[in-house]
């Protein structure tokens, strides 16, 4: 069986943090469309929040130049957001993956770094995330109508 896409925005905003809000309020517009609650479309904006940020912050290591693309897929059964710079990639020669955790068992609150929460949080609040490093960073975030 396949999956028809209904609808596909594109949006390219730049790497500035003052355009995050416009991220997210496109989200919430789209999300709501889609007949998600309240509580999920707050999930939702927190993940692509998180997302932006991440590409403001690393990817142009907060330059004043830099493209960050959005890209809304509505399907039949699910919301895709794709979340994706042409910046750097991890400088520490670190390679992304869906499993990294920010942290290890014996790391409590009063010991955790500030940061490092993005990727967590993305994929604590969305069904399926899939990370591609290939001429900077792409996150795509699957969120599914059937699973609130």
Request: glycine share 6%; aromatic share 6%.
């Given at each position: ?22 991220g ?32 403001v ?5 907060n ?9 809304f ?76």
């Amino acid at each position: 069986m396949t999956i028809k896409k209904i609808d596909c925005i594109e949006m390219k905003i730049p790497a500035k943090s003052e355009y995050i809000s416009l991220g997210r309020l496109t989200l919430s517009s789209i999300a709501n469309q889609c007949g998600f609650s309240y509580e999920i479309i707050e999930d939702l904006k927190i993940a692509i929040s998180e997302a932006i940020t991440n590409a403001v912050t690393h990817a142009y290591q907060n330059s004043e130049e830099g493209i960050i693309e959005i890209i809304f897929s509505r399907y039949e059964d699910r919301l895709g957001i794709r979340v994706k710079d042409e910046g750097v990639t991890p400088s520490d020669g670190v390679k992304l993956s869906s499993d990294r955790k920010p942290y290890t068992a014996d790391v409590t609150a009063d010991t955790l770094e500030v940061g490092g929460l993005g990727l967590f949080l993305i994929q604590a609040l969305m069904d399926d995330v899939v990370l591609k490093e290939e001429n900077g960073v792409e996150i795509e975030m699957i969120k599914y109508f059937d699973k609130e």
